[in-house]
């Protein structure tokens, strides 16, 4: 009986300390989802890994330390600048209204992906275009590099990860 009662302290105390349901968040900064389109702000929210809204990426977050998400309607906007990425081998062009930047607060160059940022992984390529990381941008420069856009119109989470060894991940996963 001890002996039981030794291991579900372990368990508790290993549980604990762990934080399976430890919210991930900077305690130095917010971030922000913004539309190329109409430079409206969402700001995001820090969660935990085990959050039901990022379960189907869950197991590609593995050691992240920041966890964000934003829910955003993302939808064509008449008027709207193009953004021009390569795409399956083609140069495509998306109505800015499909495009979103990350923006961390306090740090007004740091927009996502960009030199201040650094490179952005895609997590959800089915859905979002990340487009290639381009080290030579000059810093503090917005650029269509820095503009990841969505590949059709919708409702999204957008999900943005810090992962160990300076990783940067994004992604959208439908609503």
């Not at 820090?46 to 934003?70: E, P």
């Not at 008449?78 to 083609?90: K, L, R, V």
């Amino acid at each position: 009986m001890k002996k039981i009662l030794s291991i579900i302290i372990c368990f508790t105390f290993l549980l604990t300390l762990f934080g399976c349901n430890k919210v991930l968040a900077n305690a130095n900064a917010d971030y922000y989802v913004v539309n190329a389109a109409t430079n409206a702000e969402t700001k995001m929210e820090a969660i935990s890994l085990n959050d039901s809204r990022v379960k189907s990426v869950k197991g590609l977050l593995k050691q992240t330390y920041h966890l964000y998400i934003a829910s955003v309607d993302l939808t064509e906007v008449s008027g709207a600048t193009s953004i021009i990425h390569e795409h399956n081998g083609e140069i495509t062009s998306f109505n800015a209204g499909l495009g979103i930047k990350i923006k961390k607060s306090g740090d007004e160059s740091w927009v996502g992906q960009s030199i201040d940022s650094g490179k952005f992984e895609n997590i959800t390529s089915n859905a979002l275009l990340v487009p290639p990381f381009n080290a030579l941008q000059v810093a503090g420069v917005t650029n269509f590099n820095n503009i990841s856009v969505a590949l059709e119109a919708g409702s999204y989470y957008v999900v943005f990860a810090e992962v160990t060894g300076g990783i940067k991940a994004l992604g959208l996963i439908g609503i």
